[in-house]
């Protein structure tokens, strides 16, 4: 297992630099001109310059990326053209509140998701499965501004049972948290519904059922396990997705995490900052799916880790 | 009195809107420690009969809409889930046709089988398990303590079913309902567990009601057979009269069909035409479109089960 994790690391290396090529070519072609973002208006022809020359953006593009390619691999991901502070940094600095958003949100997606889905794939026909087929589809296409902004209105401005935003306290961490379990409990319910119903259809539950398990022992002890798979793979996707932040709901709960320090950089201009966030998120996105195949033959024992 | 009685079972099935009776007035009795064989072509309604037994039809779209069921003093239409769940695994066990598919690929088989201990009695672990591998042994599964942790899929189709059986007889049930246990598997394979169950019946002297549609294991394993086709039961008797002298048309039809009995192995012979499908069986008797011995009153009148010494056949002008 050793091997196939460090094989797999391996790997992602080469997708890393892949994608550090293709935002780098992309944020070149945006016609923005970070120099002028940092000089101000009315800087002299002059100091622009000047400023070009420092940042080595007067260098052809090759030369640029491939300087920045061997601070990266030596884990150096530059400097903010703006604030001057170490990509680096920044980004860790960020990474508490992100990864505390991510992790209440996961586990609010699965908590939501997973009991919906069951319970509707049970109850297959039935009202409540219909009530939460249809509350889940308005979950997968509301917009998170205004789940945000409703749940933010309802529980901190109306009922003052938690605070309006900020970070800090566990107190502070629900609403965000609430709304990108609800949103993304859409996508888990109807997954793990129709995984659940394509299960209940094999020989195997009937065998359970002739041999006298009950309902409770058929969802959770035979179902669900051969139901698990794509939530996991799922939940390996919503790591790398969490980790570039959650711009909206960050920026309605004033969170401050990555994807607040990626929306600023992006109005800015500031190129390391975005390939930087780009590269921490893909880099979350490898480990979350090589989690999720670490933890898949544990669910099912049929597959194996691949030589 | 038998262990199980079965009087007028009807069963329908919801399709496009209106109920489709696919099993009509079925009667079966069965007698501890006897082997009754269930024999009729693919679509006659076999499976359907065996899981209204254990009320393992999904409703809908199915329903029962008639008749009774008996088996050891419970009148199974009118138990409540629960009960119907301590008489299932326990004094009732079943075994499939897909051994294959019929186990859980995500759970050992020392799991899978000392599941139905864990719910029927409160042995605990330790017995559990001592019980999982006399079960295995006794099925004829060598090295159990390996197999126990093994999963299906790391075992082959024959020893799949022997784990099936393993499973179903691990609360000591009376009555094993075998739906074409051995269609899936090998011949050799096929010979090999049907040597088993017939061990077994005599063994621990449960009843079982094979299913199959295949005369010669109806022939070599079963002590009476009943004859379905298109839902119903059109004979019934012991094996030996049965054979020697079939009365419904439709069974003649099989065995004049049939060149040599014992030992062949293989789907049923044809007769020539085919079984109406639920939704365009004829009034009156099911077999009058392929019946030589049709008579007028036939295509009217559904002839009910008649005979004598407990040979009965449903035919108005039965071939003796
Ligand atoms: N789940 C179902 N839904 C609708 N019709 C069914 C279902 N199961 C069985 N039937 C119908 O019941 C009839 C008998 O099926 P079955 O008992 O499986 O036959 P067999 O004798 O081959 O075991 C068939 O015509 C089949 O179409
Ligand atoms: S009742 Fe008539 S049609 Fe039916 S099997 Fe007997 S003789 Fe043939
Ligand atoms: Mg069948």
Redesign the interface.
């Known amino acids: 297992m050793i091997g196939y994790i460090a094989r797999r690391l391996g790997q992602a290396v080469f997708i890393l630099i892949g994608i550090s090529l293709v935002t780098y070519v992309l944020v070149y072609l945006i016609p923005a001109d970070p120099v002028r973002q940092i000089a101000g208006r009315s800087a002299t022809p002059e100091t622009v310059e000047s400023i070009r020359r420092q940042l080595g953006l007067d260098l052809p593009l090759w030369q640029q990326y491939l300087r920045y390619l061997g601070d990266l691999l030596q884990g150096d991901l530059g400097r903010s053209y703006i604030q001057k502070t170490e990509v680096a940094t920044l980004i860790a600095s960020r990474l508490p509140a992100t990864l505390e958003l991510m992790a209440g949100a996961i586990l609010l997606e699965l908590l939501i998701g997973l009991s919906a889905g069951i319970y509707a794939a049970s109850r297959r026909g039935r009202p409540a499965d219909r009530a939460i087929m249809v509350a889940s589809f308005a979950a997968v296409s509301a917009p998170q501004f205004v789940v945000g902004i409703l749940l933010l209105y309802v529980f901190a401005v109306q009922l003052g049972w938690f605070p309006i935003g900020g970070y800090g306290t566990l107190w502070h961490l629900v609403l965000p948290a609430l709304t990108l379990g609800l949103l993304g409990g859409g996508w888990y319910a109807r997954m793990m519904r129709s995984a659940m119903i394509e299960v209940l259809r094999?020989?195997?539950i009937?065998?359970?059922?002739?041999?006298?398990?009950?309902r409770f022992r058929i969802l959770f002890v035979?179902a669900l396990?051969?139901a698990a798979l794509p939530v996991v793979a799922m939940v390996g996707l919503d790591i790398g997705i969490f980790m570039s932040g959650a711009v909206v709901v960050e920026s309605v709960y004033g969170w401050p995490g990555i994807g607040q320090l990626a929306w600023q950089a992006i109005q800015r201009v500031d190129i390391p900052i975005i390939v930087g966030v780009t590269i921490v998120a893909a880099v979350a996105i490898v480990l979350g799916n090589l989690l999720a195949d670490l933890v898949a033959p544990f669910?099912?024992?049929?597959i194996k880790f691949r030589r | 009195m038998s262990l199980l009685e079965v009087r007028g079972l009807t069963v329908a099935f919801r399709s496009e809107g209106r109920f489709l009776r696919v099993v009509e007035a079925v009667d079966l009795d069965l007698e501890e420690g006897r082997i009754l064989g269930l024999v009729g072509e693919s679509g006659c309604g076999k499976s359907v009969t065996a899981r209204s037994l254990m009320r393992l039809l999904p409703e809908p779209p199915a329903r029962i809409e008639g008749g009774s069921i008996r088996f050891a003093g419970n009148d199974i239409l009118a138990l409540d889930e629960a009960a119907m769940r301590r008489l299932r695994g326990d004094r009732l066990a079943m075994i499939f046709q897909e051994p294959m598919t019929s186990l859980n690929p995500t759970w050992t088989v020392g799991f899978q089988i000392e599941e139905a201990l864990k719910l029927h009695t409160d042995l605990p672990a330790a017995a559990r398990r001592e019980r999982s591998l006399e079960l295995l042994r006794r099925v004829g599964i060598g090295a159990p303590e390996r197999r126990l942790r093994q999963y299906p899929f790391e075992l082959s189709g024959g020893l799949r079913q022997r784990v099936m059986i393993a499973m179903a007889l691990a609360c000591g049930p009376d009555l094993l309902i075998a739906d074409e246990p051995t269609t899936a598997l090998d011949v050799t394979v096929q010979a090999q567990i049907l040597e088993l169950l017939a061990r077994l019946r005599e063994e621990l002297g449960m009843a079982i009601l094979l299913i199959t549609h295949d005369l010669g294991v109806v022939a070599e394993f079963c002590d009476e057979v009943a004859v379905m086709y298109a839902g119903r039961i059109v004979e019934h008797g012991r094996v030996a009269d049965l054979f020697a002298r079939p009365r419904h048309p439709y069974t003649n039809g099989l065995l004049a069909s049939t060149p040599r009995l014992r030992g062949r192995r293989g789907r049923l012979p044809t007769i020539p035409g085919s079984v109406p499908p639920p939704d365009r069986r004829p009034p009156g008797c099911p077999f009058a479109p392929r019946c030589q011995r049709v008579l007028e009153r036939c295509r009217s009148a559904m002839p009910g089960l008649a005979g004598d010494d407990g040979h009965l056949a449903a035919c108005w002008n039965p071939v003796r």
Do not use: E, F, M
């Open positions: 094999q020989d195997y009937v065998t359970a059922r002739a041999k006298g398990a009950g035979h396990r051969n669910i099912d024992p049929r």
